[in-house]
């Protein structure tokens, strides 16, 4: 396998699966502002749930291994949050999405960073 090949893959990978965990992140933060009725604390969720995928996509762009792996461990937390308090309410359902999402993130994070190329 050329291993440039191994690299960009790696990079894609991990790249377009955390923009899918933002996009997820933030869609779920859209609705439930429109369930709140635009309470402030909605309101600053939803600031910041649409930020994440944004970050990433200018880290995509610029095509920056160290802005994928930051926004990669970001959302990989923000998923790990997300599963716990999912745990915490007692829902199966929105404590499993949660982790394997932030499951996969960190393998697909750690395979970038095992594809890196020597510095």
Known sequence: MNANGAIHRA???????????GLVSAAF???????SNGHE??????S???????????AIVTRSRGG???MAA??????FFDAW???EMGNPGRAFGPLSFAVLNIVLLLWMRANAPAA
């Open 85 to 87: 308090i999912g745990f």
């Open 11 to 21: 990079f894609r990978a991990c790249a377009g699966f955390t923009l899918l965990s």
């Open 68 to 70: 994928v792996a930051a």
């Open 29 to 35: 933060s859209l609705r439930s502002l429109g369930m």
């Open 41 to 46: 604390y909605a309101l600053y969720a939803a």
């Open 48 to 58: 910041r749930s649409v930020a994440l995928p944004l970050a990433t996509i200018v």
């Open 74 to 79: 970001t959302m990989t937390f923000v998923q």
